[in-house]
């Protein structure tokens, strides 16, 4: 394996700029035959040979401008074609015929069988298993497909752009052809063939063009398939209000397949979808998957332009298009729902995934130097760190000027493939302001800490933050340098009303909320007029991706949770608050949570109040850093104490509002489904005041309604929520209700695979529990959906069964991800990044990980996987 730097980047030898390919598909072998216009560069010197990316083809033809080449001119080796023989005219046409074998190709990268129908993902690099190629973003091609199969078993047939012809054939056979008028890198190449039905829609832009919308899924799917169209809708409009950006083609086409390795994939006019992305009803969905729908379609969406029209130059700037895209969907997400929530969501997943991942063996810079194996860096650091980056940007730059930004880069760089520094330096050239210290932020690995003290000095009325920041050091990467932080702040008097913010040299008041900019190894901000000591409401909507460390006393923290007028803030200084009296234990070896009567008594005071106007709110306060977020808070992990403690302030919360939790939810009753956030945010709270209901002293009238309300759920949020309650606190007719539920959705895949996961996620089961159930007959490894839906949960959402203290957990995941390997590199690489904290993990544990580890190094592994295993034990 070979890795592959930055610094060595170099434009293409040769480009491609026309393709037209014809794609055969037969039971057995499917046929590729390419006619490539190739370009010699101005620079590349005559005679230079031509090199092709290529994998797992079988080479049938070969011609240059007519002639067949002799079999001395050319080699293939390793992943490419070499031609050594090549025209001096810089333009020349290459023919090329190879076969694939789509049928086995578990990878599920390049041309690939799922359910019956053919599909393809080819980003970053699966085109080169399609045909030969320059398979890099740089390459910019106009693509003509012709696709033909058998007419009865495949009488959809798709690809990007615009169908222009299509017919039958001899022998049951037809085809069709598309051409996209658009010059697109090959990873955005797509095409599809099956039998499938279609949700038809259409969009007005708003020039007054009208653009066909089509959402193809199996038939049964289709009444599943509304949600989807009405959040594209939502997006395209959307994108044309907030970004200036329209629609270019006349048709917008989503494909829902089964078998897929990530979320979904933008690929030009036709995206093709995960079904867990697509697929959303009341009857199978719950308001988690609704909401994730929604963002997944805009996402894709949204990177016609951020991605398609404007796309990387190479994939080390990933996060060009993964940063900007995630950000966008963030605000539309915001748009549509509650903004508050939205940001605890999003923050809760950086500081549990980027943060951990920052923090352990994996950590990598948002753009980085060096790879293996690109498939490696499609993580949390690229897309959702790169995205606060952007917000950033957003915030010092304010709406206007950041607008302004977008349109100068899409204006300035259509068609074009790009870097990181370019989208930093429209920003800057349509603000005129010097954005250069952010590029920093993409070359460091690492979560930079945010050091503030206070003074307030009641004689000269002034409040001093004194504000230091640190970036950990990595092995392995240079010296971390300063980094510009936004930090958002108010100050707020005791009667909960926030100051007037005016800094000395200042001659008024700025507001009473400012962003200020930490970017001094030290600094100070001396505010005026400052009569008594405020409490400090800092980094709200937390305005960068740092740990804040200050001292706040609890009763601050218990003053911001109940006052301030930030909501994301109230749940930040809980989450504080909940975090320190549960390392005290933890770590500190106090014998109880410390300030703890505080505390409930506090949340006495707020909840009822809270669930009247924010329930969404009430029920985000009362979910707990998770266990995985705080053994990453600690040095030396012991998984069972972090979860026991966790447990206990859990239980004694639950024990000091146990008659209020049980009213909540006996008093509360589902109806019909309505996908709004009061709606949802009702759900939530309710969801969450089950949890806490059974963990207090829950009454036989409790108990028998969690059963009644699993039966007679009107939505799968309601059934869920009683089915997870019962199986995750080991009620009696759990059996029961799990074989109820397995009965009543067996045909409905995405809700076996919620049904596998509530088990591998009950912390009362383990190994024995998830190894019994690789066993049923439902289960597969080839479908990444249901893979993860008992490996991936039970190693990441069930830590205190994962790690047990015997290492069956980890002994369990190793085997998984070695038959994993054969068949699905990428996966299976991902999967192994659950022992990514193996090496704080306590002595006893951490031999037995280790046991694990090396057992895999063994072992001949793909690209994947060993990249990641070594970076594990490295
Ligand atoms: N761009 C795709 C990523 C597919 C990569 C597969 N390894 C999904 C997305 O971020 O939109
Ligand atoms: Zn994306």
């Known amino acids: 394996p070979r890795t592959v730097f930055l610094k060595d980047y170099q434009a293409p030898a040769y480009g491609i700029p026309r393709v037209r390919l014809q794609v055969d598909i037969h039971d057995g072998v499917t046929r590729v035959t390419a006619g490539l216009n190739m370009r010699r560069a101005e620079s590349t010197p005559v005679g230079t040979p031509l090199k092709l990316h290529g994998v797992n083809l079988t080479l049938k033809a070969l011609a240059i401008d007519g002639a067949e080449l002799e079999a001395d001119a050319y080699t293939v080796a390793g992943e490419e074609l070499v031609i050594h023989a090549v025209p001096e005219a810089a333009d020349f046409v290459l023919h090329t015929e190879v076969e694939i074998d789509p049928e086995h190709n578990t990878a599920l990268e390049g041309l690939y069988l799922s359910k019956g129908m053919y599909c393809t993902q080819c980003e970053p690099e699966g085109f080169r298993k399609i045909t030969y190629f320059v398979d890099r973003p740089d390459n910019m091609a106009l693509f003509t497909t012709t696709i033909s199969a058998d007419k009865k078993r495949y009488p959809v ?119 867990s992305c697509v697929l959303a009803h009341p009857e199978t969905t719950t308001d988690l998957g609704f909401q994730r729908v929604e963002s997944v379609v805009a996402h894709e969406y949204f990177h016609n332009w951020s991605g398609n029209r404007v796309t990387c130059r190479d994939w080390f700037q990933l996060s060009l298009k993964e940063g900007f895209t995630v950000f966008r969907d963030q605000q539309f997400s915001a748009d549509q729902l509650s903004a508050s929530v939205q940001r605890i969501e999003d923050v809760a997943v950086l500081r ?30 690229v897309y959702e760190k790169g995205a606060e980056i952007v917000r950033m940007l957003h915030t010092v730059l304010g709406e206007a000027d950041f607008r302004k930004g977008t349109d100068l880069y899409f204006d300035r760089h259509d068609g074009q493939g790009v870097t990181v520094e370019d989208f930093v330096q429209a920003l800057a050239d349509a603000s005129g302001r010097d954005l250069s210290p952010f590029m920093q932020w993409y070359r460091q690995p690492g979560t930079p800490v945010l050091h503030v003290s206070t003074a307030h000095d009641a004689v000269a009325q002034t409040y001093t933050l004194t504000v230091r920041q640190s970036v950990p050091a990595k092995t392995g990467f240079p010296e971390p340098k300063l980094l510009p932080i936004p930090v958002k702040l108010a100050l707020f008097a005791r ?19 400012r962003v200020l900019i930490a970017d001094q190894a030290e600094q100070r901000w001396v505010f005026t007029g400052v009569t008594e000591a405020p409490v400090p409401s800092l980094l709200r909507d937390f305005s960068a991706p740092v740990i804040l460390d200050y001292a706040a006393g609890d009763e601050e923290l218990l003053f911001l949770m109940r006052h301030d007028n930030n909501g994301f803030n109230r749940w930040l200084s809980a989450q504080t608050l909940f975090e320190r009296m549960m390392l005290a234990v933890i770590e500190g070896g106090a014998a109880e949570l410390p300030g703890l009567a505080a505390v409930l008594e506090s949340l006495a005071g707020l909840l009822p109040g809270l669930v009247e106007t924010d329930p969404e709110l009430a029920a985000k306060l009362l979910q707990l850093p998770t266990e995985n977020y705080l053994a990453d808070k600690v040095g030396v992990i012991d998984p069972q104490r972090i979860h026991d403690v966790r447990l206990g302030l859990q239980k004694a919360i639950a024990k000091h509002l146990s008659a209020f939790f049980q009213n909540q939810y006996l008093n509360g009753h589902e109806s019909s489904y309505q996908y709004s956030s009061e709606a949802i945010a009702a759900r939530t709270w309710r969801d969450v005041s089950l949890h806490y209901a059974l963990l207090g002293t829950p009454s036989f009238t409790l108990r028998d309604a969690v059963g009644e309300n699993y039966r007679k759920a009107p939505h799968m949020t309601e059934r869920m929520s009683a089915l997870r309650a019962l199986v995750h606190h080991d009620a009696p007719h759990a059996a029961v209700c799990l074989a109820d539920f397995f009965g009543r959705f067996a045909k409905e895949a995405l809700v076996i695979d919620s049904w596998f996961a509530v088990q591998a996620t009950n912390p009362l089961r383990g190994v024995e529990e998830v190894r019994r159930l690789t066993a049923h007959s439902a289960f597969t490894l080839t479908n990444p959906n249901r893979m993860r839906s008992l490996l991936a949960q039970f190693a990441n959402a069930n830590p205190v069964q994962f790690h047990r203290a015997d290492g069956a957990g980890y002994r369990l995941i190793g085997e998984k991800i070695a038959e994993l390997d054969a068949l699905n590199p990428q996966v299976a690489s991902r999967l192994l990044g659950a022992f990514s904290r193996w090496k704080r993990l306590e002595p006893g544990r951490q031999a037995l990980a280790r046991e694990v580890l090396q057992g895999l190094a063994g072992r001949a592994l793909s690209n994947d996987t060993s990249e990641t295993l070594g970076r594990l034990l490295g």
């Open 352 to 381: 549990n995934a980027q943060f951990a991942e920052d923090a352990g063996p994996l950590a990598h810079p948002v753009r980085p130097e060096s790879f293996i194996e690109i498939n490696n860096f499609y993580t949390a650091t």
């Open 495 to 513: 009667d909960g009303q926030p100051l007037p913010l005016q800094l000395t040299g200042e001659s008024a008041a700025v507001g009473v909320e």
């Open 157 to 275: 047939l798709l690809a990007n752009g615009n169908c222009t012809t299509r017919g039958d054939a001899a022998n049951g056979r037809h085809f069709a052809t598309w051409e996209d008028p658009f010059p697109k890198p090959s990873y955005l190449f797509a095409l599809v063939a099956g039998n499938l039905a279609c949700l038809e829609d259409h969009f007005v832009t708003r020039s007054g063009r009208k653009v066909t919308l089509k959402l193809f899924a199996e038939q049964h799917d289709l009444r599943q398939c509304h949600h989807a169209m009405e959040s594209l809708k939502a997006s395209m409009r959307w994108d044309e209000e907030r970004y200036g950006r329209e629609y270019d083609l006349d048709i917008f086409m989503i494909v829902a397949v089964s078998h897929f390795n990530m979320g979904a994939m933008e690929n030009k006019g036709l995206n093709i979808f995960n079904t």
